[in-house]
């Protein structure tokens, strides 16, 4: 039996790179990783049906089962489309793909590269406007494109998730770094505002000791 990582990465060259997480996991790595290390089973890969499942169960030697529809069911290819017209460049899609198949800024419209998009579905729930829909595409005319075209999928996530990685470590950097002084401000203020009260109580009591009202706190 190979060793983990070369399992790992047999599992990971036989799926099918939608990055879509209906197994239950956030990519096609990820999901590897957990049959490997025994957290999943081999048949909760949706756009690898069937062939996906036996495949995976060849490299692993058991006994293949049928797709495990909890998960959902095969579909055919499709990709992404976004409505410019109702696009309002919220960028929720554009975090939101696994693969960076949309492109856009900020308040300005967003497109997805259709030949980039694997049809993982998962921009659709962020769009606060819904002009996000799904349209079927020609299935690859051979195994070596579709192979290509998943292995082109599978960089982009990697490289997507590398940078998110840097990013992630970047701002933590400067969380550590920002003086110190900056994380007492909220502190200071509230000892600022207290002493400024407790000066005018005492400014009240002062000019209330030579009058008839009783002074309240």
């Known amino acids: 039996m190979p060793d983990k990582d070369t399992l790992i ?33 081999i048949d909760q890969c949706p756009p690898g049906g069937d062939a996906g499942v036996a495949a995976i169960a ?47 800024a900020a308040r300005y419209m967003h497109t997805v590269l259709t030949e980039l998009c694997t049809g993982c579905e998962r921009c659709i729930a962020p769009c606060p406007m819904d002009c996000i829909s799904m349209v079927p595409v020609s299935e690859p005319v051979t195994s070596e494109i579709r192979q290509k075209k998943a292995d082109d999928a599978r960089e982009r996530y990697q490289r997507r998730q590398l940078r998110l990685t840097r990013d992630q470590q970047k701002h ?44 309240k706190e």
């Not at 002062?206 to 009058?211: D, G, I, M, V």
């Open 58 to 104: 060849t490299i692993l030697n058991v006994t293949p089962k049928p797709l495990n529809t909890a998960y959902g069911y095969p579909k055919p290819p499709t990709v992404a489309v976004i409505d410019e017209t109702q696009c309002i460049g919220c960028t929720f899609c554009l975090r939101a793909c696994p693969v960076d198949a949309i492109i856009g």
């Open 9 to 41: 990465a047999q599992i990971d060259a036989v799926l099918p790179q939608t990055q879509c997480g209906q197994c239950g996991y956030d990519g096609c790595k990820p999901y590897a990783i957990a049959i490997v290390e025994g957290h999943a089973d």
């Open 172 to 215: 933590q950097k400067l969380k550590q770094n920002r003086p110190a002084a900056s994380t007492d401000l909220p502190a200071q203020t509230a000892d600022k505002k207290k002493a400024v009260i407790q000066a005018a109580m005492e400014r009240a009591r002062a000019a209330l000791a030579h009058s008839s009202i009783p002074f």
